[in-house]
Nanobody
């Protein structure tokens, strides 16, 4: 059974950076989709980055493209999210998610929550002006 656990959430001023980390146990499977999502109260959970662990295909929505970077470290079994040029609207709880299904290494992973089988408890990011 895959488990994921997030860390790295903090309070930061606008324009600053944070790095979130997701530890995957027992390890990162190859050719599965993993993702970072975020959610604010009263709104739907939305994907901010996805990664195909087999081919390093990454995908970002327009509102974070150029500012966020998702990466995997197989030696540490982590999926990290580097967040730069943070804005107040990035304030949210951030969640790591993993899918069980094997996918082709060339596939760009989906941003739909239903694709993902395992979720962490979340880590809070607060961005102030």
């Amino acid at each position: 059974q895959v488990q994921v656990m997030e860390s790295g959430g903090d309070s930061v001023q606008a324009g600053g950076s944070l790095r979130l980390s997701c530890v995957v146990s027992p390890n990162i499977e190859s050719r599965v989709c993993m993702a970072w999502f975020r959610q604010v109260p009263g709104r739907a959970r939305e994907a901010v980055a996805t990664i195909n662990t087999g081919g390093d295909q990454t995908n970002y929505p327009d509102f974070v493209k150029g500012r966020f970077i998702i990466s995997q470290d197989n030696a540490k079994n982590t999926i990290d999210l580097q967040m730069n040029s943070l804005k107040p609207e990035d304030t949210a709880a951030y969640y790591c998610a993993a899918s069980d299904r094997k996918v082709p290494s060339w596939l760009s992973c989906s941003a739909a929550t239903g694709v993902y089988d395992h979720w962490g408890q979340g880590t809070q990011v607060f961005v102030s002006l």
